[in-house]
């Protein structure tokens, strides 16, 4: 359908399936394809993985600390709605125009949802869940490691996994403006260098591409044992008795 | 013992706001005792404990646990929560070890295999809560509270979530494990029975005020005989101290209404002069209490072949109806045959007597019921009843004075201290107060009729019944001999699901005889009487209160269930026996009226459970029902059920050594 559109308008500009095919085939034999690829990932794990490392052990303190929560949660109120997009002067401003601004910006965007999630998680952690820990009289580190964080588990998961989509989506927002490399990079550079519409279209399907892979990934991450309880367990229920 | 107590609880007392929830509490537990409070829900038993466990502070008093006062939670001392608290995201191994963080991890696996295969578990040590049952999971939390050494267990309705099998099993199982580790267990529950079963002491509380009543040492040996008279005196004081019955909720009317009677048409009023009628009457009109019985007489009945099942000889003895039983021409019944795979493998369980009801005939009888409904009522009158044929009653007026039965054609309505309700499936009362429940587990149809020249298979088994189980689920067929040459043949299916669409019931019985290859070459040559098979309704259903001030209900006006196992009439003659001890309880003793009715309540209510189970079980899978009957361990308890003896049983664990295979060949199939 799009190559039919596209053959009757007659557009000199806008690319068809083939064209972009092609064009993909060009950039991943010149090995630069690869190079974007690699660029946008290494920006999103370093920054999602900064905000996990940060946002995990803030969010359980803020979940069992209420005095915690009563000081951190108005100002990450206020932090969260504002658009990463905004963010992008003063992460130019302070981390100049390397790798380290675009790893702010995610890490900036994907820090809020997974504080709150975490935080959330303790929350609803069931009340019968800490009476029963409670009982045995176990150390703080051991209520911790073997109740409060498995319990919340399943709620980082969702956390981690919205905090990743939102790393997606950032990462090329970011790599438009400023920076050599990238996926949004490579589109932005495309247009600019010659009306390569074929490649900005064979962009914009990587990128979609890679975060359903990666949302993917998450999604297994649900399948775990440790959080099936919570998930629901699929296999055995469409088994039947 | 010790001389310290265990636990000594000293004038606590509870607040919440302006509402006082214990008043004054004081007793003291010994080591290594086992202790239930039981009480009326909302009576504060279960904040009791928590004030124990140290998870509530008392308003005022004190709780001393081995001479220390209590300041919070300890892990010398576990609570067993009636939620389920065990961590879903460890395995069961890892429960087990949760309170054993301070242990060698040599340690740490010894005491964690000990107590997996104390509670039973072996084998699911790395499996995950969620692939347990609610009744495993309990188990697995007892080995976690067990295996940290605690020296008090406190456990707040542990099993309360479980089913009555289930809870039988665990209450079996948690007295084990306290003869063996001797911890000093505080036990709350709201079932008088549970706490019966297992304590030395019941502290019995009540509500308004919040406070202890009573304390009622049981001293028996366990197990215990639900039976004895030990057993049911311990129960008896429980209900008294209560001073309202579990079963029904209801006060009991104030004891200065017991002084004068007023006048009355008749002590009690039995409606219906079916079996559990007629029955009921023969014990009062033997006992001497005054009765009247009405009877709506449909008679004659329709051709309804009924076989009776081996306890209710016992009934038949007592009221002394058991020789015309005898030389009335029925048709003697010596056992049971059970075919499966359209008849290619059968099992066949001939009966034994039953001396520990009294019983030393091992043979029970097929009736002709329209037959046998008149010799039983002919019987009552001989005994002294009343019979008032032609009556039907419109409404029951009920107070806490007695009964005012309205009956069709007669200006004034007749009044009772008591009515009985034996109306049969028309449950009367049930409708009335709105009691009756269907059970949707059990919503079955009969399609049956006679037959003459019916081939009833090899002569040693020819005059027993015959259960032909049939491939739908739940579907079987039954071949009972009502004379020399007339045979009832019935299928029953599930309701809706087994008759096609516009199918009629005859049709659809040809139909399931013809699919079976066993059933086809019996009924060859049969010819059908009457006109031919019938379609009748055979859904389950039960009272949720059986008694109350003024009234009870037998027979089928209290439960009927599906009649894969003969139960019918046995459910008539029990219920009627356990009728006429309570109303002559009741009469002679008015200010424990109350005892009296939620004591039958409970009893036929549980009787009637047990039947369910028992017929849930073999419908979910024949064959393993049959092969447990195979089984030389478990025959004896699994056949005393079977022929009746389901209100006082002894043994229940076959039922869920039943229930646990059933349960594990499930799991099997469902994972390959």
């Known amino acids: 359908m799009w190559w039919a559109i596209v053959a009757v308008a007659h557009s000199a500009i806008f690319p068809t399936p083939g064209q972009v095919v092609l064009g993909t085939f060009e950039l991943a034999a010149n090995g630069t394809l690869w190079e974007h690829i690699g660029a946008s990932l290494f920006r999103v794990g370093a920054g999602f993985g900064l905000a996990v490392l940060v946002a995990v052990p803030l969010g359980l303190w803020m979940g069992r600390v209420s005095a915690a929560h009563a000081t951190l949660n108005p100002l990450f109120q206020i932090l969260r709605p504002i658009s990463p997009i905004a963010w992008i002067p003063i992460a130019i401003l302070w981390f100049g125009v390397g790798d380290a601004s675009p790893i702010y910006l995610i890490f900036i965007a994907s820090v809020f949802p997974m504080v709150v999630q975490t935080t959330s998680g303790v929350h609803t952690i069931e009340r019968r869940y800490l009476r029963a820990a409670e009982n045995f009289g176990v150390s703080r580190a051991v209520l911790l490691r073997k109740v409060v964080f498995p319990a919340a588990l399943p709620q980082i998961l969702v956390g981690m996994r919205i905090g990743l989509g939102v790393a997606w989506l950032v990462v090329v927002a970011a790599e438009m403006i400023a920076l050599r490399s990238g996926l949004g990079y490579l589109i932005i550079d495309s247009r600019n260098a010659g009306n390569r519409y074929d490649l900005v279209i064979a962009g914009m399907i990587l990128i979609g591409l890679i975060g359903l892979c990666l949302d993917g990934a998450m999604r297994r991450l649900e399948g775990l044992e440790s959080v099936r309880w919570r998930f629901g367990d699929p296999a055995r229920s469409g088994a039947g008795g | ?672």
């Open chain 2, 1 to 672: 013992m010790a001389s310290v107590p265990a636990i000594s609880v000293r004038d606590v007392w509870v607040e919440f706001g302006s509402t006082r929830v214990l008043e004054g509490i004081d007793f003291e537990v010994a080591a290594g005792e086992l202790v239930c409070i039981v009480g009326p829900s909302g009576c504060g038993k279960s904040t009791l404990l928590n004030v124990i466990g140290g998870f509530l502070v008392p308003t005022r008093g004190e709780v001393t646990v081995q001479g220390e006062p209590v300041r919070g939670p300890d892990r010398r001392r576990i609570f067993v929560f009636q939620d389920d608290g065990v961590f879903p995201w460890l395995t069961v191994e890892e429960n087990v070890a949760f309170g054993l963080s301070r242990a060698s991890a040599d340690e740490r696996r010894r005491t964690v295999a000990h107590y997996v295969e104390r509670v039973g578990l072996r084998g699911f040590e790395r499996a995950w809560p969620r692939q347990l049952s609610g009744g495993m999971r309990q188990r697995v939390e007892i080995a976690r509270a067990l295996a940290a050494n605690p020296d008090v267990l406190y456990m707040d309705e542990p099993f309360g979530a479980l089913d009555y099998l289930t809870r039988l099993k665990m209450r079996a199982d948690l007295l084990e494990i306290w003869r063996r580790e001797r911890k000093t267990i505080l036990f709350v529950t709201h079932d008088i029975e549970e706490a019966v079963q297992l304590a030395d002491r019941v502290f019995v509380m009540t509500q308004r005020p919040a406070t202890m009543r009573a304390v009622v040492p049981v001293e028996l040996a366990r197990p215990r005989d639900f039976g004895a008279a030990a057993y049911l005196a311990a129960r008896h004081a429980i209900f008294a101290a209560m001073g309202v019955s579990e079963a029904t909720g209801v006060e009991p009317p104030p004891r200065a209404t017991a002084a004068p009677a007023p006048s009355v048409d008749a002590s009690v009023v039995v409606i219906g002069g079916g079996p559990a009628g007629s029955i009921l009457a023969s014990y009062l009109g033997g006992a001497g209490i005054d009765h009247v019985v009405l009877d709506r007489v449909v008679h004659p009945r329709r051709h309804v072949g009924e076989s009776l099942v081996c306890s209710t000889t016992r009934v038949f003895g007592e009221i002394g109806f058991l020789e015309q039983l005898e030389t009335s021409g029925f048709v003697r019944k010596h056992g049971a045959v059970f075919t499966l795979d359209g008849g290619r493998r059968e099992l066949a369980l001939p009966f034994r007597a039953m001396p520990d009801l009294g019983i030393d005939q091992a043979h029970t009888y097929h009736v002709d019921r329209a037959r046998f409904d008149e010799l039983l009522l002919a019987h009552a009158a001989t005994r002294g009843a009343r019979i008032e044929q032609g009556s039907l009653v419109e409404r029951v007026d009920l107070d806490e004075r007695g009964a005012a039965l309205h009956v069709a054609g007669r200006a004034a309505p007749l009044s009772a201290r008591i009515v009985a309700d034996a109306s049969g499936r028309a449950t009367l009362l049930g409708r009335q107060l709105r009691t009756r429940r269907g059970d949707p587990r059990l919503a079955q149809i009969a399609v049956h009729g006679w037959f003459t020249g019916v081939d009833r298979g090899p002569a040693e088994t020819a005059d027993w019944i015959h259960i032909h189980v049939l491939r739908e689920p739940r579907a079987w067929a039954w071949q009972i001999p009502i004379s020399a040459d007339v045979t009832s043949i019935g299928v029953v299916c599930e309701g809706r699901a087994g008759l096609a669409r516009d199918e009629t019931g005859e049709r659809f019985f040809a139909r399931q005889i013809a699919a079976h290859p066993l059933l086809a070459r019996r009924m060859a040559k049969a010819l059908a009487l009457h006109g031919g098979p019938q379609v009748e309704g055979a859904q389950s259903y039960f009272g949720e209160r059986l008694a109350g001030p003024g009234w009870l209900a037998l027979g089928d006006a209290a439960q009927f269930v599906d009649p894969v196992f003969s139960s019918g009439v046995s459910v008539a003659a029990e219920s009627a026996r356990l009728a006429a001890r309570a109303l002559a309880g009741a009469l002679s003793d008015p200010a424990h009226a109350a005892e009296h009715f939620a004591d039958y309540d409970q009893t036929v209510r549980r009787g009637g459970e047990v039947w369910r189970e028992l017929i849930l079980l073999f419908y979910r899978m024949p064959p393993l029902f049959l092969s447990l009957l195979e089984d030389a361990a478990a025959r004896p308890a699994l056949q005393s059920l079977l022929q009746g003896r389901v209100y006082e049983p002894r043994d229940l664990d076959v039922l869920a050594e039943l229930h646990a295979r059933a349960l594990e060949l499930e799991r099997a199939a469902a994972s390959s």
